[in-house]
T-cell receptor, first 114, second 115 residues
Framework: NAGVTQTPKFQVLKTGQSMTLQCAQDMNHEYMSWYRQDPGMGLRLIHY???????DQGEVPNGYNVSRSTTEDFPLRLLSAAPSQTSVYFC?????????????FGDGTRLSIL | QQQVKQSPQSLIVQKGGISIINCAYE??????FPWYQQFPGKGPALLIAIRPDVSEKKEGRFTISFNKSAKQFSLHIMDSQPGDSATYFC??????????????FGQGTILTVHP
């Protein structure tokens, strides 16, 4: 199994450009989420989904959009990139239900906005 | 608002020593407290986790101590090894209902273990 796969691994954008960060998992996990990691701030939840067709906002949702049309995929869209969105983005997935199910993280997308 | 506060920001330990990382939380609805380990260029990976109905959990060289009344928990790494050098994050969540998976992370601790 590949686990959680994120693409691209690196990306440089200009302010105002849009792009989609891809996330796919092959573990049939119901729950998927997006975090951003910034120095000294840990990881902060952007958006999450508890199943296909269901999404909700996390702690820092502004400037980002998500959709969940399939169980496997959970793309994150930057609508109009801003320098404040320079960060490392992580996608995670897990089973719902039992609390002892760990979150499985991808290896991240490193995004720079110029 | 940072609901989980982690300290220290960085930690240097000699091989064989004990590494201790502390976290404090504010939300009394949190009932599941995992620790994640992250190596450079990789995503975080679950290391060990605890629920508040126990005061301590041990897995190999890694131990979580939990103080519910003080709303604090800590990670102890015994006999620290250079391979333990990584960034460690504490986290918390309400494991029930639709909150499960919405992790609130601490700020992270960069651990360096010198040979």
């Amino acid at each position: 199994n590949a686990g959680v796969t994120q693409t691209p691994k690196f990306q440089v954008l200009k302010t105002g450009q849009s792009m989609t960060l891809q996330c796919a998992q092959d573990m049939n996990h119901e729950y998927m989420s997006w975090y951003r990691q910034d120095p000294g701030m840990g990881l902060r939840l952007i958006h999450y989904s508890v199943g296909a067709g269901i999404t909700d906002q996390g702690e820092v949702p502004n400037g980002y959009n998500v959709s969940r049309s399939t169980t496997e995929d959970f793309p994150l869209r930057l609508l109009s990139a801003a320098p404040s969105q320079t960060s490392v983005y992580f996608c995670a997935s897990s089973y719902r239900g039992a609390s002892n199910q760990p979150q499985h993280f991808g290896d991240g997308t490193r995004l720079s906005i110029l | 608002q940072q609901q989980v506060k982690q300290s220290p920001q960085s930690l240097i330990v000699q091989k064989g020593g004990i590494s201790i990382i502390n976290c404090a939380y504010e939300n009394t609805a949190f009932d599941y407290f995992p620790w994640y380990q992250q190596f450079p260029g990789k995503g975080p990976a679950l290391l060990i986790a605890i629920r508040p109905d126990v005061s301590e959990k041990k897995e190999g060289r890694f131990t979580i101590s939990f103080n519910k009344s003080a709303k604090q928990f800590s990670l102890h790494i015994m006999d620290s090894q250079p391979g333990d050098s990584a960034t460690y994050f504490c986290a918390a969540t309400n494991a029930g209902g639709t909150s499960y998976g919405k992790l609130t992370f601490g700020q992270g601790t960069i651990l360096t273990v010198h040979p």
